[in-house]
């Protein structure tokens, strides 16, 4: 309804709209196929009453094809806010797109909805494909219907549980990119020359590392006695010593680590005595 017009009609490019819209095609058709089933179920039933929808269900939230929803939902659901965002910039600044969402907002089938709206409801379909499998199986007495139906409950929770992760892995990717962004490298004189060198290229996001875990309220206190207020950046290859100035990070003195940027491979520790 939308996306074709945003770029036939409106003239966003496909880059544009596929960052408005992330992934909504393989969700449309993963939409199409559980229409295609339930379809199925209605034609083989009596007086139009569904008695037998258990495999239909398994067939849709299990396997191989809940493995295809949990790509299609991670990916939208996990990217929703910057896609949300990126709209309503487009939204302010282009007067075409404006007037083409309004008119396709009189068509019945988008029910007066505009496009953050839409993507909202997307976002909230597999809160309610649980709610719904829930209900069912509550309600299922046939002890056949009742296996299949749980089967497809679990598979439903296994998606949003999938889902949830890779929401937190997009914030955590995208936190660590905000302090690569402010990352302010200033070598100390104390520094080895070569170690130097491998410090101004330092990358946070060397080899698509994940953040793990970050604390910006450490107090670290030298061998001297001396206290200085740290920050603690742990990814999946790196231990980086930081400190925060004038909205910039850069890498902390340390007086008894050097450099402030370990490897985790060369990392050796033990337990507190």
Known sequence: MFGKGMIANVGLPVEAVDEI????TSIEEQSEIFCVRLRSCLESAQDRVIHHIGVALVEQFCGENGKAMEDAYGYFCS????????????FRTNKHLRQFVEKKKLDPRCRRLDVLEHLLLI????????TLLNSLVKQTKDKGELKATQEAYDGVKTISHSVDHAIEDRKLELRLNAMQNRLE?????????????????????????????????????????KEQEIMIVLTSRLL????????????AV????????????????????
């Open 21 to 24: 819209m992330p992934n909504v």
């Open 79 to 90: 990217r929703h806010m910057e896609a949300s965002e990126k709209y309503k910039d487009y």
């Open 123 to 130: 976002s909230q379909r597999l809160s309610k494909y649980n």
């Open 185 to 225: 490298i200033r070598i100390h004189s104390r520094l080895d020359k070569r170690v130097a060198k491998r410090l101004k290229r330092l990358d946070l996001r060397y080899r698509e590392s994940r953040l793990i875990y970050e604390n910006s309220d450490v107090i670290w206190r030298g061998s001297g006695g």
């Open 240 to 251: 980086v010593f930081l400190v925060e100035k004038d909205e910039k990070y850069q890498l």
């Open 254 to 273: 340390l007086q008894d680590i050097q450099p402030p940027v370990i490897r985790l491979r060369r990392l050796m520790s033990r337990s507190v005595a």
